[in-house]
């Protein structure tokens, strides 16, 4: 009998928890890199705010705390929601250009006070 034959008859529940063990490192550990492969593109560095994005997209995108890009929407947002800008704008009567303005004078702000 072979050692992996060995191993599922006498330790079938342990075989397969190590199996799904290897299985869920491997989904983390391909989403890390695939996150790291995006993020470290110098395209994807300080890209124009548009609708579609998210506070936690501006705030890799422009380095900068997520606190800041939520400090500069409106109150009521919902924190740890994935609202789009577009939708945050729509909700709150505001119109997109003026939210995407406020967010850019907080990036602005973020890094003039990083830079003293």
Do not use: C
């Amino acid at each position: 009998m072979s050692a992996l034959g060995y191993l599922w008859h006498k330790h079938k529940g342990a075989l397969i928890a190590l199996a799904l063990a290897l299985v869920v490192t491997l989904f983390f550990a391909v989403r890390i890199v695939a996150q790291w492969i995006y993020w470290t593109d110098p395209a994807h560095r300080d890209q124009q705010i548009e609708g579609w994005m998210t506070a936690g997209y501006i705030a890799h995108s422009y380095a900068v705390p997520r606190d800041v890009i939520r400090d500069a929407l409106p109150a009521d947002v919902p924190t740890g929601k994935h609202m789009p800008l577009d939708r945050i704008a729509a909700e709150n009567g505001i119109r997109l250009t003026v939210l995407i303005d406020g967010l850019y004078a907080a990036i602005e702000a973020e890094r003039a006070a990083i830079d003293r």
